[in-house]
């Protein structure tokens, strides 16, 4: 496709279950980015690849939350036992080029944990 | 952590007028960008300004820079109703991750 993809666009987990959120880039894009954003705020980030690998991952909030990008192209953001807190739109992003470069975001995941 | 802050946190006006937002910073950058958001929807990039430069124009968008101040403005002329989104800025400081601002809502009143 021309733009990045999210899916799935809307996801409602049961406290506790693992859930496993992905993300198609552009073609070509080198970089890519997840970032968390609560409702009225601004995106935070979460972690960074440049292609498979992972180089910053500083804003993941515990070891409860991995990323992966195993062939360098699509990535999976996976987060176990999932607390309430964890509620919040998951927004993907890639770039041509490195991490100050300008970012093209996909729709993002909402994430509903009851 | 929001390294920018936005100013004002909302803006109603009437389509047809200029809006303008600000955005204040702690570090310094090596280039500023600013985003909007539709309801519901990803960011869109609209504008990527770098820490030499002190402004630039793109369509009906004006982006200026005070390094000095740490501050950037945007200003959007003759509104329209779907100019109507959350506008974000954010900023690069030497290899690190672009770090948003928390937004300004703006509402363009047809």
């Known amino acids: 496709g021309a733009g990045v993809s999210q899916s799935p666009r809307y996801k409602v987990a049961k406290r506790g279950q693992d859930v496993a959120l992905r993300c198609d880039p552009i073609?070509?894009?080198?970089?890519l980015f997840w970032y968390q954003q609560a409702l009225g705020q601004g995106p935070e980030f979460l972690t960074y690849f440049q292609n498979e690998a992972q180089l910053d991952k500083s804003g993941l909030p515990s070891d409860r939350f991995f990323a992966e990008r195993p062939e360098g192209s699509v990535s999976t953001l996976k987060i176990q036992r999932t607390q309430q807190e964890d509620s919040a739109v998951y927004l993907c992003a890639s770039s041509f080029g490195g991490r100050k470069e300008k970012l093209f975001f996909g729709s993002g995941t909402q994430l509903s944990v009851l | 952590s929001q390294q920018g802050e936005e100013d004002p946190q909302a803006l109603s006006i009437q389509e047809g007028e200029n809006a303008t937002m600000n955005c204040s910073y702690k570090t310094s950058i090596n280039n500023l960008q600013w985003y909007r958001q539709n309801s519901g929807r990803g960011l869109v990039h609209l504008i990527l300004i770098r820490s030499n430069e002190r402004e630039k124009h793109s369509g009906r968008l004006r982006v200026t820079l005070d390094t000095s101040k740490k501050s950037s403005s945007l200003l959007i002329t003759a509104s329209r109703a779907a100019d109507t989104a959350s506008y974000f800025c954010a900023t690069v400081f030497g290899n690190e991750k672009l770090t948003f601002g928390t937004g300004t809502r703006l509402t363009i009143i047809p």
């Open positions: 073609s070509g894009h080198v970089s």
